[in-house]
């Protein structure tokens, strides 16, 4: 609010509030079917009134490609300015990374192309910790795949589910249009699942349930992989409430869902344009079509309360850390994260540690080690580039998000996961030495920026896939299928598995697994159920 941020309020003035997946009541603040963008502008503007007045210098269109670290402390790193392909080297007493998730090395999320693993990868690579990277959320309400020339998926609000039904036909490969449907041949699946939360349960439960769905026979749409989401019943109630208000309450049926469709209009207008827009169907006349995509992960560098990563002077918030979330994350909760970590958490924190560095002179970016981390950097993209191979960087991402989909998606297993892991190296190893990345490295350069990104992605796919090959037992977004009741439930095992996996780098793509136990002091741990 503080940022500006428009807030959706009630009648009387006060914050309004709605339902998200997961949860039963009313408790989530919302702009309308935009929550996330409108936040994400509100703390750009607050980062752009900071360079305003000079409190922050900003480095646009850079790159962090390594993290200097000096006697076991992060003391400063090297960046690339994209433009102009020059190597910068920036001192400073502590680091912080904000750079986001790693959904993207399943090739095809809802995140933005250009998000990737880089800077948490290299930290990594330097003595970062690395807690629960198999954690991964797939989000149930993203507009289907439409063929292999995308590049990414588009998310359509979690806020749809509050009033759109999600069904399938009754008949395996039914072919009709889902308007040409009658309601006695509809599947409510999730109503009829889990009556208690209906279209309202946990993201990674609607996700699962659509997959199953699917997977069985019962897709729509030209793939076959997609469910329907209809606000036919929605606009027919909201209609109706409305006739009442304004005293029509004779109102025929079509004026009925003239009404209803405004209200509608009012609520989502901007995620059934953009639908629209898109898909080239009304969503107001046909139900939308839907299934599950990449949006969020949990895992990251392994931070203590403070924020800080296992390097000292080195710190990581929002969704860069693996805090807060554990094996699922319920809406409108990631970027109130980011939110929180930057006000609420590093400004308290961080002193403590700078108290004990500020006597201390800035690193010299001429200091030897600066010089060698630069240097590391230099011969990695020489190397990128003089490879001269034949096929595309996309190729191999995309290779690599067909098996992190397939084998380490919504459904794991033990085989899958390990034949991942063979295919993951030897795609890495074809990469290494048959990857073309065109021009040079003093210009901007897209494919060299794609390059190293994919480079890290194939590290860090191997470990997802170690890291989800190790967690025997199924809980929020990590599904074992050999782990589940026999409703087809994720079925936890608190004894063997309640706690939190930080991977360390050993160097040559090996990993050491170090347990956090998880302590309920006040919370009962127990299984929830949804039915």
């Not at 433009?83 to 080297?89: Q, S």
């Not at 997609?226 to 606000?231: I, R, S």
């Amino acid at each position: 609010v503080a940022q500006g941020v428009p807030f959706a309020r009630e009648y009387g003035g006060l914050l309004s509030n709605r339902s998200f997946g997961g949860t039963q009541v009313q408790r989530t603040f919302y702009a309308a079917g935009q929550t996330g963008q409108q936040l994400l502008l509100g703390a750009y503007s607050a980062l752009q009134r900071q360079i305003g007045l000079g409190m922050v210098k900003m480095f646009s269109r850079h790159e962090m490609l390594d993290v200097v670290v000096i006697d076991g402390k992060a003391k400063g790193i090297i960046a690339r300015d994209l433009i102009t392909g020059n190597l910068e080297r920036h001192s400073g007493h502590a680091v912080l990374l904000c750079t986001g998730g790693y959904g993207n090395v399943f090739y095809l999320s809802t995140n933005a192309m250009g998000s990737n693993v880089t800077a948490s990868w290299k930290a990594h690579k330097r003595g970062a910790f690395f807690g629960n990277p198999c954690y991964t959320q797939i989000h149930p309400t993203c507009i289907p795949v439409s063929g292999d020339h995308q590049s990414k998926l588009t998310l359509m609000s979690e806020s749809l589910r509050n009033d759109g039904r999600i069904w399938v036909p009754k008949i395996a490969g039914d072919k009709r249009k889902g308007n040409e449907i009658p309601e006695e041949e509809r599947d409510y699946y999730l109503e009829r699942r889990y009556p208690a939360f209906g279209n309202l349960v946990p993201r990674d439960v609607a996700s699962r349930a659509a997959k199953e769905r699917c997977d069985a026979g019962f897709g729509v749409g030209t793939s076959k992989m997609a469910v329907f989401l209809d606000f036919a019943a929605a606009i027919e109630r909201y209609g109706k409430q409305q006739a009442g208000k304004i005293g029509e309450e004779n109102a025929s049926a079509v004026r009925v869902m003239e009404l209803g469709k405004e209200v509608v209009k009012e609520k989502y207008g901007n995620l059934f344009a953009m639908y629209e827009k898109i898909t080239g169907e009304n969503p107001y006349e046909v139900a939308m079509r839907i299934y599950p995509a990449v949006h969020y992960t949990m895992g990251g560098l392994w931070v203590d309360y403070e924020l800080m990563t296992t390097i000292p002077g080195m710190y990581a918030l929002g969704e860069a850390n693996f805090s807060d979330h554990g094996a699922n994350r319920l809406g409108a909760s990631a970027l109130m994260q980011g939110l929180a970590d930057g006000y609420f958490v590093i400004p308290y924190t961080i002193g403590s540690y700078l108290n004990s560095q500020i006597r201390d002179k800035p690193t010299p970016t001429d200091h030897p080690a600066f010089l060698a981390a630069e240097k590391n950097v230099s011969d990695t993209i020489e190397k990128l580039i003089n490879i001269k191979g034949t096929k595309s960087v996309d190729y191999f991402h995309k290779r690599l998000g067909k098996i992190m989909w397939d084998k380490c998606g919504m459904g794991r297993s033990e085989k899958g996961l390990t034949d991942a892991i063979s295919e993951i190296r030897l795609l890495r190893e074809e990469f290494w030495k048959d990857v073309r990345v065109p021009g040079v490295n003093n210009e901007l350069n897209l494919e060299l920026e794609k390059a190293g990104r994919v480079a890290d992605f194939l590290e860090l796919g191997e470990l997802m896939c170690i890291d989800a090959l190790n967690r025997k037992e199924s809980c929020g977004g990590h599904f074992r299928e050999e782990s589940q009741t026999k409703e087809g439930e994720a079925e936890r095992d608190d004894e063997n598995f309640m706690y939190v996996a930080a991977w360390e780098n050993k160097g040559n793509n090996t990993y050491e697994v170090h347990k956090e136990e998880l302590k309920y002091e006040v919370v009962k741990v127990a299984a929830r159920s949804y039915k």
